[in-house]
């Protein structure tokens, strides 16, 4: 398979599982967690990644390739544990400037705000949540990655 093939393979891959974090959170309504963002920005990286390294030749971007998708299957492999109890998950919480709210108004805020538990697993297909199949997902697409970096161009 050629080199230009993987690396559009690996980069729609990311593509793909970004767009459906999308879908799950702006079609069916469910609001992404802080894991689940933090799983979101590797794939946005490979996705850049990609579109440079299509024109340029090396293997230091599908390396970089890799390594975003590998980033984002650790983040995703912590969550999947976060989410089953093996292991403690964040527990720090940031949020944006205030502006000019009255306290009452930024107490409004603070309840009308989402709550979402990185420990609560919101959907799952055949008992894997969207977390685990993103860091599967993920580590097959570090693989491919790879091997466009072994690829003659």
């Known amino acids: 398979m050629s080199r230009t093939l993987l690396i559009a393979i690996a980069a729609g891959g990311s ?3 970004l767009l459906g974090a999308f879908g799950f959170q702006h079609l069916g309504g469910l609001a992404p967690c802080k894991l689940c963002l ?3 920005w590797p794939h946005a990286a490979a ?4 579109a440079v390294a299509l024109v ?3 293997r230091a971007l599908p ?4 390594l975003a998708a590998l980033t984002t299957a650790g983040i995703g492999v912590y969550h999947t544990g976060v989410e089953r109890g093996w292991w403690q998950g964040p527990t ?9 709210l009255t306290p009452q108004e930024l107490m ?12 609560d697993v919101p959907w799952e297909m ?11 997902i993920s580590l097959g697409l570090a693989l491919i990655w790879l091997a466009a970096a072994r690829a003659p161009r």
Request: proline content about 6%.
């Open 108 to 119: 409004d805020q603070i309840m009308a705000a989402p709550l979402v538990r990185c420990d």
């Open 47 to 50: 996705i850049a990644i990609g």
């Open 38 to 40: 933090w799983q979101r």
């Open 92 to 100: 720090t919480c940031t949020s944006g400037p205030i502006g000019n």
């Open 126 to 136: 055949l008992s894997l949540s969207m977390a685990s199949w993103n860091a599967l």
């Open 56 to 58: 340029l030749p090396g």
């Open 63 to 66: 390396l970089l390739g890799a």
């Open 15 to 17: 593509l793909a599982l």
